[in-house]
């Protein structure tokens, strides 16, 4: 029964498109879900009392140094690093490394 339950599952449209042979499916089918993209600029730890001091103008020291790669996280999971650049009145992120995912 597992057997025929195998058989079943790699013949179906989306194992074909997983495995690269589906005839009528490509990547454009995934093009318009949406993903959400989030890049750290750095990390910090600090007490509470220490943060109810903070007020208006504090800084807020990361513990990344100026220059450092900033992590990008699609749908919460590292895909890459980069660099802040700032696109006329934003800030904007080259990417300079792409993570390769782990095996599974």
Request: aromatic share 2%.
């Amino acid at each position: 029964m597992a057997d025929a339950a195998e058989a079943t599952a790699a013949t179906t449209p989306a194992a074909d498109m997983a495995m690269g042979t589906g005839e009528n499916l490509s990547l454009e089918t995934v093009y318009d879900i949406p993903v959400q993209i989030t890049v750290v600029l750095g990390r910090t730890n600090m007490q509470v009392n220490q943060l109810l001091k903070l007020g208006r103008g504090a800084v807020i020291e990361l513990e990344k140094k100026v220059g450092e790669p900033i992590d990008i996280f699609v749908n919460n999971r590292l895909v890459a690093r980069g660099e802040v650049v700032v696109v006329e009145d934003r800030i904007g992120v080259t990417m300079t490394e792409i993570i390769k995912a782990e095996k599974h």
